[in-house]
């Protein structure tokens, strides 16, 4: 059973440019978390989505940012017109279908976006 | 605003010895917490968790100790061992989304 998949591992990009992160979640979840982690800071939550749905985005910042778990395919986090800021490791987890109130989640092995 | 605060970013230990890792979190609404373990260039391992019904939670070397009045976990390494050595992550929840601490560099000397 594999495990969360992001791509791509690495990912450089030139100020102003688009970034396309990608999320493949575990076989069987459908819930979907996005987090960022600045140089010396910890995970900070962006966003949740199930399936067609953005459930929860108070984590994202307002503009350039936006993301997507369509009904087929991985999920995508957006980022448009990229500044050295946004330079970050970027970590996907999933959660399966809600059963009980609590759900650990299980984490990609992240992308680390390079802003130049 | 640093819901979930862990003060020490390092730790170093003796192998064999105790690790403890604290955690303190300023949301009384948050009923689960958790702890991951996260190695250089991968992803955060979830390690072990807790739910506000209990005080504590013990998963083989590990124990999470949980103290509501105080709003602090902790989570004890016993015996320490050099593979324990990584970041540890705490991570409060009031449902679905997750707010994670700074996380703590664990360093165990052989």
């Known amino acids: 059973n594999a495990g969360v998949m992001q791509n791509p591992r690495h990912l450089v990009r030139r100020r102003g440019q688009e970034a396309r992160l990608r999320c493949s979640p575990m076989k069987g979840h459908s819930h979907v978390y996005w987090y960022r982690q600045l140089p010396e800071e910890g995970l900070k939550f962006m966003v949740y989505l199930q399936k067609e749905n953005i459930i929860d985005e108070s984590g994202m910042p307002k503009e350039r940012f936006s993301a997507e778990f369509p009904k087929e395919g991985p999920s995508i986090l957006r980022i448009q017109q990229v500044v050295r800021g946004d330079s970050a490791a970027y970590f996907c987890?999933?959660?399966?279908?809600?059963?009980?109130?609590?759900?650990?989640?299980?984490f990609g092995p992240g992308t680390r976006l390079t802003v130049l | 605003d640093q819901q979930v605060k862990q003060n020490s970013p390092s730790l170093s230990v003796q192998e064999g010895r105790i690790s403890i890792l604290n955690c303190d979190y300023t949301n009384s609404m948050f009923d689960y917490f958790l702890w991951y373990k996260k190695y250089p260039a991968e992803g955060p391992t979830f390690l072990i968790s807790?739910?506000?019904?209990?005080d504590k939670n013990e998963d083989g070397r590990f124990t999470v100790f949980l103290n509501k009045s105080a709003k602090h976990l902790s989570l004890h390494i016993v015996p320490s061992q050099p593979g324990d050595s990584a970041v540890y992550f705490c991570?409060?929840?009031?449902?679905?989304?997750?707010?994670f601490g700074t996380g703590t560099s664990l360093t165990v000397i052989p």
């Open positions: 991570a409060a929840s009031p449902r679905d989304q997750f707010y």
């Open positions: 987890a999933s959660s399966p279908e809600r059963r009980n109130s609590y759900n650990e989640q299980f």
């Open positions: 807790i739910s506000s019904i209990k």
